[in-house]
């Protein structure tokens, strides 16, 4: 059984790998003000960002669906990894030699499943990239050469070449002290008469990448008329690879999508390599699935739904490709950034385009698109006979949804125009008046739908049933009467030293929201702000009693305070939550001597009314002092 990480290799990882480095790999950053940074959420969809990164901190935290946590706890809930898994990824790309108890480190044995798949997609990814010299894969390097690809370009994209025989692969990887479970479980291997075989054989291999660089799957191309296979055969779902979320070429491209604001969408790895060395280096491609939903998501976070960012999309010019790019319309909404279309002519895909009129036209190609709603358009009205009353109608009533899809309002009132003078139709404000009732009733429609479940997070249990019926309403945690509070704990935890050692004083019956209570309970529990360290945030969160606590911990650690000043700001926080507790303790005092009434015992009535006095007074010099009166 594998031995437990040790505490200081683990603070070893958590030091060494700056949290926006691990995040950035993933999504689009921004400068947010007061050091943060932030982004559009990985855990939820949203279409402006609400999650922030604190890189002094170690923190990510997400204000629309409350994720949140430091850099390891991002790594397992994004990439679905256990504890030791994803502190064995960033040890590794830290360089940090682990220790573990229990006997030392025995690699490959110790090593969680993913590290294991990964490390076994690696090893396999160089030995296809070296069997692409031999002589079995001269017929390889034709295929490339034929379409325009030297030797730079084949080690660029890191392809390579899988022998025709049944077991190269694995007895390669056997060698390296992988099992034919693991080889089976990978998808490098598939399961023969036999035994394990090799899944790929005899085929050209193109490496498919995570968006971190990780090799986790292969496509790979026929070469001969004897291989009864399909023409492309790609790993088959494994832990490591969803086809669905895979996007090829995006650990190239991801960076020049996020400087330009611009991602072009291809059909297939040879165009993506075309693409490439043409100079449109922001393209990407699905493997051997159509363009959806999380292939969407994955654009969305590096485009941040940029208003000013444009995803374009090429398609043959055959009807087939034309279908393609009506399906892609579909999901247009999904986008904030504008879509549009670049038909390749004489249905030529952008590898048969560069090779037969070079690199230039390749760019011309992505340069010279169309707006996809303009596309939809024209290839919806196509569709009817526009030389009869009845055709134009129905065309319009085809159409006019198009166009009051639009996002842009001054841009549908244009294409409603348009459509009009392609319909035929004199009077074009008919036209606008439709689009426009349509753009209502779209809009109505949204705003009116019931509301989403509530999500749960990959991995955790959803919990026992609310209980039935009214339970009050709901605390705000952020209503003026707790923001103060909040404020305060948010300094504690950011600034501890300018709180202290005053905060330290402060009872939990000071903040009268419980979330609240508990973060100030356990602040203490974990020594206090006043002896913080480097240490004290993890210290903090580690000795949280439950995951809302923990969770609270973070939001507050990550959200700025509401001052650019703190240093002036902190004395001013200390006294308002102080004033207040006296004040809400007065209150309490003279409801008291209220209720003794005449008949008290006189004892009893002096020693309250001496209490009322002292807090009276007390509150009179917090006003008046201020921080000096603490």
């Not at 990814?125 to 034709?142: D, K, N, T, V």
């Not at 370009?153 to 390579?160: I, L, M």
């Not at 905060?503 to 913080?532: K, L, N, Q, W």
Request: some cysteine; glycine content about 10%.
């Amino acid at each position: 059984m594998a031995g437990r990480i040790r505490d200081e290799d683990v603070k070893a990882v958590r030091d060494a790998v700056p949290i926006d480095a691990v995040v950035s790999e993933y999504l689009q950053l921004k400068n947010a003000g007061g050091g943060n940074l932030k982004g559009l959420c990985p855990f939820h969809d949203e279409k402006s960002p609400s999650f922030q990164v604190s890189p002094s901190k170690g923190l990510f935290y997400c204000f629309g669906c409350q994720e949140g946590g430091d850099t390891l706890d991002f790594v397992m809930k994004l990439d679905h990894l256990s504890f030791s898994e994803a502190v064995e990824r960033l040890a590794g790309v830290a360089g940090v030699t682990l220790r573990y108890d229990e006997g030392g480190y025995t690699p490959g044995r110790q090593q969680g499943e993913r590290i294991r798949l990964v490390e076994a997609h690696k090893i396999a990814a160089q030995f296809y990239a070296e069997q692409l010299g031999s002589a079995e894969a001269e017929i390889g390097r034709a295929f490339l050469r034929e379409r325009g690809f030297d030797q730079a370009a084949a080690e660029h994209f890191g392809v390579g070449y899988a022998p025709a025989g049944w077991d190269h692969l694995i007895r390669f990887l056997r060698g390296k002290g992988f099992t034919d479970r693991e080889l089976l479980t990978s998808g490098l291997a598939s399961e023969g008469r036999r035994g394990a075989i090799d899944r790929f054989r005899g085929r050209l291999i193109w490496p498919i990448r995570d968006i971190t660089g990780e090799v986790i799957g292969f496509g790979a191309r026929k070469l001969r008329e004897d291989d009864q296979g399909p023409k492309y055969l790609n790993t088959p779902e494994t832990p490591l690879y969803k086809k669905s979320h895979v996007l090829y070429g995006i650990d190239l491209a991801k960076k020049e999508i996020a400087k330009t604001n611009r991602a072009v969408v291809v059909e297939g790895y040879t165009d993506v390599m075309a693409c490439h060395l043409a100079g449109v280096t922001t393209a990407i491609a699905t493997c051997g699935t159509a363009f959806a939903g999380d292939h969407i998501k994955i654009l969305r976070r590096l485009l941040m739904d940029n208003a000013n960012a444009e995803v374009v999309f090429t398609f043959d010019g055959d009807a087939a490709g034309q279908k393609a790019a009506l399906r892609a319309f579909e999901d247009d909404q999904k986008f904030a950034a504008e879509t549009s279309i670049a038909i390749t002519p004489g249905g030529m895909d952008p590898c048969e385009l560069r090779l037969a009129e070079g690199d230039a036209a390749v760019a011309r190609l992505v340069e010279n698109r169309t707006p996809l709603f303009a596309f939809a358009l024209r290839s919806v009205v196509a569709g009817y006979n526009l030389d009869t009353a009845e055709g134009r109608a129905s065309a319009l009533e085809a159409g006019a949804p198009i166009v009051a899809g639009i996002k842009n309002s001054a841009i549908q009132h244009e294409y409603a125009v348009q459509l009009a003078g392609m319909l035929g139709i004199l009077d074009s404000q008919f036209v606008v008046r439709r689009v426009g009732q349509l753009a209502r009733w779209q809009r109505d429609r949204k705003s009116s739908g019931a509301p989403a479940p509530s999500r749960t997070a990959p991995g955790r249990p959803s919990g026992p049933p609310a209980p039935a019926g009214p339970r009050g309403p709901r605390l705000d945690l952020r209503s003026p009467a707790h923001r103060v509070e909040r404020e305060l704990l948010k300094l504690a935890l950011q600034f501890p030293d300018l709180v202290s050692p005053a905060f330290d004083a402060y009872g939990e019956d000071e903040f009268t929201a419980p979330p609240y209570a508990a973060v100030r309970r356990t602040i203490a529990e974990a020594g206090g702000a006043e002896f913080a360290d480097g240490d004290y945030l993890a210290r903090v969160r580690d000795i949280a009693p439950d995951d809302t606590v923990r969770g609270m911990i973070t939001e507050l650690a990550v959200e700025p305070v509401m001052h650019k000043t703190p240093d002036i700001y902190a004395g001013e926080v200390l006294v308002r939550v102080r004033l207040l507790a006296v004040d809400r303790r007065v209150n309490e005092v003279m409801g008291t001597l209220t209720r003794l009434g005449h008949q008290a015992d006189p004892e009893q009535s002096a020693a309250v009314q001496n209490e009322l006095l002292a807090l009276q007074h007390y509150g009179q010099r917090l006003r008046v002092e201020g921080a000096r009166a603490l």
